[in-house]
Structure formats: C-alpha cells, structure tokens
C-alpha cells in the first residue's frame, strides 16, 4: 500500500503563492501518476494536476493552467504543487492521489492523502 501525506497548506491573500508537499511511502504496488484534487465546501472534488512518474509529463485543469505546476522529487518520494496568482476561488481542501496498479496491470482503486486546507482571502 502506499500512504501519503499533503502539508503547505494555510491562509493567503488573492495574487499570493503556496506551494503544498505531498510525501508518499509505502512503495509496495505499482504508482503510475500522482496527482492533487480539490473540494470546495457544497463543490464535487474536481482534479487540478497530475504527473507521470514513468515520463514526468503533466497535465492541467484550465481553471489552473498557466498558475500552479506539479513537479516531484524522486529522491524524496515527494509531489509538489506550486500554486501561484492564487484567487479566491482556489479555497478549498487539496488531496493528493496515487494511481496504484497491481503487477498485472489492474487498478487498485488509488490512494488518498487525508487532505491540506487552502484558503485565499480577497
């Protein structure tokens, strides 16, 4: 199984930068993609970001596009998201997610961080 943990998260005013971590341990399964989600309160968790660990390729939500990029760190089991011209709208709690695979290639359904707060003041 694999566990991970979100941190970096807090309070910040529109136009200002966060950067949250998220360190994984327990590499006992196939992790194919890492990626962080989003939940605003009344709001269905939608996906922000996500990085490839095979290749490092990334992908994008439009709505943060051009603002936040994900990176990690292999030597630290580590994902970041670098979230920048925060807006108002950004408030929400941040998940990070592991694509897990069994070693014939099936889903394993993922795995959840218990989750970083994020709040941006006007």
């Known amino acids: 199984e694999v566990q991970l943990v979100e941190s970096g998260g807090g309070l910040v005013q529109a136009g200002g930068s966060l950067r949250l971590s998220c360190a994984a341990s327990g590499f006992t399964v196939d992790v194919r993609g890492i990626g962080w989600f989003r939940q605003a309160p009344g709001k269905e968790r939608e996906g922000v970001a996500k990085i490839s660990t095979s290749d490092g390729s990334a992908i994008y939500s439009d709505s943060v596009k051009g603002r936040f990029t994900i990176s990690s760190d292999n030597a630290k089991n580590t994902v970041y998201l670098q979230m920048n011209s925060l807006k108002p709208e950004d408030t929400a709690v941040y998940y990070c997610?592991?694509?897990?695979?069994?070693?014939?290639?099936?889903?394993?359904?993922?795995?959840w961080g218990p989750g970083t707060q994020v709040t941006v003041s006007s």
């Open positions: 997610h592991a694509e897990t695979f069994d070693q014939s290639g099936f889903s394993l359904g993922g795995a």
